[in-house]
């Protein structure tokens, strides 16, 4: 089996061949660091830190995620809370780092940040303005996307149209309408470096390109990020980064994670339906808030909602019921892996919800297994399943002791029904019926499909 992943520039699920034989490289676009991470955002860093675990199976991995922390936003954050800029980016760096640490991301290899590689995007710029790829006007300097005859290819877009169609307030020193700035000048108050085209900071895009260059290479295997990103972010990163580097390719992936919405809207703060991961893990456990981000496919829309969470909570009741009180010796768990048809769900273009699916068909078997070595090689099989997908890593026993107290564990529930069902098998209805309704007054639901009987608690 190979791995697949639906590239975007191809439009379609292909398989995944590194450019170097078991070497991978990977880059994802992160957070510019003004404010805390809202759940939209930790979508694509759980959907990539799963990737990357899987990556990291077959290959050595180099996956970097980097931190924007030169921006007009943080800019403009600092003129409103009076805060330095400095302390304003380490501020929301620690705290990206410690919530996506909470929702099981593990670190990326490499987190360079964009105001420590001023000196790279220096040189690709001035590379790319002696090259006729860029110009500098009234001290910016801007790519010239006329000079890039592939440009909107990732997007699929077409640069006639795009000129013909843009509207007019166009800056009045660009050649093309599409022309972005990959430098601008400072005002004293502003952070700013010299350069050849005078003080001044960078433009976003040029940030990532110059960073996959300095730590994985001219071309990368994997570019990640959100589907938002595509254009012109992408689009643009990699007109920069092909034309400073004689046509290279520079990515040879590229994987974009679908939007998450809320109740059906879009997040926004004007909305005022954001929800911030740090305020989330207060109350609900990582696990609950990882899992709920990779219930959908990650290409796929998620509608994020109090049933979200609910239904993830269920589920992870149902996973750590199924290795609660079962000693798995350490040996055994670290010689452990995952089943064949998960690994191949997820190597699968990640296919979560046909990996999950595949987790609860285990945690049946084992909840089945009556004899103890059964019991203990399954649940080693679980726990291995749960360090790949980063899930099941609290003990069970804290997990259920988080539980609201009188609330039936999934291993009870379990066990009821397991009752319930033998009692029926003799024909003892009476006693089917009383445990039954023992569950429905503990809030749980029950049903009996073609499968064996599934449960759900009520709300
Ligand atoms: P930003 O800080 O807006 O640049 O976003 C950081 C990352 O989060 C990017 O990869 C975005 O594509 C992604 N992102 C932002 N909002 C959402 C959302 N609602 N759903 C999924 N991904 C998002
Ligand atoms: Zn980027």
Known sequence: MTIHL?????????????????????????????????????????????????????????????????????NAASVETGKPIDEITAQYMTAYNDDMGALGVLPPDIEPRATQHIDDMVAMIGALVESGNAYEADGHVLFDVTSFDDYGSLSKRDLREMIAGARVEVAPYKKSPQDFVMWKPS??????????????????????????????????????????LIFPHHE????????????????????????????????????????????????????????????????????????????????????????????????????????????????????????????????????K???????QRLAAIMLASGDLMGLLQTDPEEWFAGHVEGELSADDIEALIEKRNAARAAKDFATGDAIRDQLAAAGITIEDGASGTSWRRSE
Not at 8 to 21: C, H, I, L
Not at 207 to 219: F, K, N, P, V, W
Not at 287 to 312: F, M, N
Request: a negative charge; hydrophobic letters at 40%; aromatic letters at 8%.
């Open 6 to 74: 639906h590239d975007t520039r191809q439009g379609r699920k292909v398989a995944f061949e590194p450019m170097q034989e078991g070497k991978v490289t990977m880059y994802l676009c992160g957070p510019t660091v003004y404010n805390y991470a809202h759940i939209g955002n930790a979508r694509p860093a759980v959907v990539f830190d799963l990737l990357a675990r899987v990556l990291r199976r077959r290959f050595d991995l180099t996956f970097a995620r980097n931190f924007t922390d030169v921006d007009d936003k943080i």
């Open 187 to 228: 005002t004293p108050e502003l952070p700013g470096w010299d350069s050849p085209w005078g003080r001044g900071r960078p433009g976003w895009h040029i940030e990532c390109s110059a960073m996959a260059a300095r730590h994985l290479g001219d071309t990368i295997d994997i570019h990640a990020g959100g589907q938002d």
């Open 236 to 367: 643009n990163e990699l007109a920069q980064s092909r034309c400073a580097h004689d046509g290279a390719d520079f990515a040879r992936y590229w994987v974009h994670n679908g939007f998450l919405s809320m109740d059906q809207e879009k997040m926004s703060k004007s909305l005022g339906n954001v929800v911030l991961v740090h305020d989330l893990i207060k109350s609900v456990p990582g696990e609950v808030i990882r899992l709920a981000l990779l219930g959908a496919h990650y290409r796929q829309p998620l509608d994020w909602s109090e049933e979200t969470i609910k239904a993830a909570k269920r589920m992870l009741d149902r996973l750590y019921g199924a290795v609660r009180g079962v000693d798995v010796p350490a040996a055994m768990r670290a010689a452990a892996e995952p089943p064949e048809a998960l690994v191949a769900a997820l190597e699968d273009d990640i296919n979560t919800p046909k990996a999950m699916a595949e987790f609860f068909a285990l945690a049946k078997t084992a909840n």
């Open 369 to 375: 297994a009556s004899d103890a070595d059964e019991k």
